[in-house]
């Protein structure tokens, strides 16, 4: 079965600070994993994705991810936090229901990361 | 929010009232998307479709429907069988296959139901 684990439910950081949202997974196969990142009463926005290659992977607003293939991990990170950061942050891996041939997205709950002057 | 449109942004309806939520895209994707987002339990797919005329239950597909007539198209039905239909509703759209599989998403519509 697959699956996504974000095991904070909030974090938080002072500005120009770095900041790290965690991310577990579990899923058969190779993992194609994503980020995105809504603010409130919006849809989400896409962040950055791993499908394969080099496992730091650089994305939107100066974000990156690390994948980590034996701790199953794709922490999202950025080296200076802004107060703009502050949102709502989702993981999410690609996986199959039984007998489909689309792929789909399984979400984590979602983390919120406050950002304070 | 890319090039998916949903309207409108804020819904309201009496109890027993069923509701269609419109979705359409023009970034030429094949497959489209119903989530459901309620507050601390992160997003719950409802209905997905591949191709037009052809769609699959999501996690919690009770109490709702969809058509997929056209391929820019994909609106969803909240019915009244649908126990708690208060939420926020967002759809999406992706590539069906290859490596640019990310989803875009629309803004989103909100429904109050009474």
């Known amino acids: 079965a697959q699956s996504v684990a974000q095991p904070e439910d909030q974090v938080n950081v002072a500005e120009g600070n770095p900041l790290t949202v965690k991310c577990t997974y579990s899923?058969?196969?190779?993992?194609?994993l994503f980020w995105y990142v809504q603010y409130p009463n919006r849809g989400l926005q896409f962040l950055l994705k791993?499908?394969?290659?080099?496992?730091l992977v650089k994305g939107s607003y100066g974000f990156e991810a690390e994948f980590n293939k034996s701790q199953t991990s794709f922490h999202l990170k950025k080296p200076s936090a802004l107060v703009s950061d502050s949102a709502l942050y989702f993981c999410?891996?690609?996986?199959?229901?039984?007998?489909?041939?689309?792929?789909?997205?399984?979400f984590g709950r979602g983390t919120q990361l406050t950002v304070w002057p | 929010d890319g090039g998916i449109t949903q309207s409108p942004k804020y819904l309201f309806r009496k109890e027993g009232q069923n509701v269609t939520l419109s979705c359409e895209q023009n970034?030429?994707?094949?497959?489209m998307y119903w989530y459901r987002q309620d507050p601390g339990q992160g997003l719950r797919l409802i209905y997905y479709?591949?191709?037009?005329?052809?769609?699959q239950k999501g996690d919690i597909a009770e109490g709702y429907s969809v058509s997929r007539e056209k391929k820019e198209s994909f609106p969803l039905t909240v019915t009244s069988a649908q126990k708690n239909p208060t939420a926020f509703y967002l759809c999406?759209?992706?590539?069906?296959?290859?490596?640019?599989?990310?989803?875009?998403f629309g803004p989103g519509t909100r429904l109050t139901v009474t």
């Open positions: 479709s591949q191709i037009v005329n052809d769609f």
């Open positions: 999410a891996v690609r996986g199959f229901d039984r007998g489909s041939t689309l792929g789909r997205l399984y």
């Open positions: 970034l030429n994707h094949d497959a």
């Open positions: 791993y499908i394969t290659g080099d496992n």
């Open positions: 899923v058969s196969g190779n993992p194609y």
């Open positions: 999406a759209s992706s590539a069906r296959q290859g490596p640019n599989y990310e989803q875009y």
